[in-house]
């Protein structure tokens, strides 16, 4: 009987997984998990100096300033679902090589300097920081996470197994491509 309820269970996952909505899928973190993962993965950027070299907001306050300035206005067009339950925390990671910006979940914006000094419209930085907001918006790395560990999760509960997941969970966000 078990395994029939698994084979029904497999079966049927792909299905419990996706939904008829356009742009939605199944997550099986809460918005709070969102937070508290993208928090964790914001700790580890932090404590990492040598690789994600952030720049002191005291030190440079008009970057900062500019940078949430556009994260302020894009969050009062009330096109963001989560613009009060997200953090919306900005960090500018001084690698003037690198053109790219990315968003962890729970609102957690990483920008590089390189982006920032390639782009010389304002509109064009706007564009950025509205696709990775969005990205942190529409919760696309923990949806990316329940595809990946979802229905193993799903098993382990159904067979009875207690093995943890979370370790290799918060492994994959900091390799997951978050842009």
């Given amino acids: 009987m078990k395994r029939i309820s698994i084979f029904l269970f497999c079966l049927s996952a792909p299905f419990l997984l996706t939904t008829c909505k356009k742009g939605e899928g199944f997550n ?45 206005d894009i969050l009062a067009s009330g096109e963001v679902t989560y613009a009060n339950e997200f953090a919306w925390e900005v960090y500018i990671i001084h690698d003037d090589e690198t053109l790219n910006a990315f968003a962890a979940p729970g609102g957690y914006i990483f920008v590089y300097t390189g982006i920032l000094k390639f782009l010389d419209q304002k509109d064009d930085f706007v564009g950025v920081m509205g696709h990775e907001m969005a990205h942190a918006d529409r919760r696309h790395s923990t949806q990316q996470l329940t595809k990946a560990y979802g229905v193993s999760l799903l098993l382990d509960v159904l067979v009875g197994n207690d093995q943890s997941l979370i370790a290799d969970i918060l492994a994959s966000l900091v390799v997951l491509k978050f842009s």
């Fill in 28 to 72: 099986l973190f809460s918005v709070q998990d969102d937070v508290e993962l993208g928090r964790q993965l914001r700790d580890e950027v932090l404590a990492n100096p040598q690789e994600y070299p952030i720049l002191d907001r005291n030190q440079y306050p008009a970057a900062y300033n500019y940078v949430e300035d556009i994260v302020a």
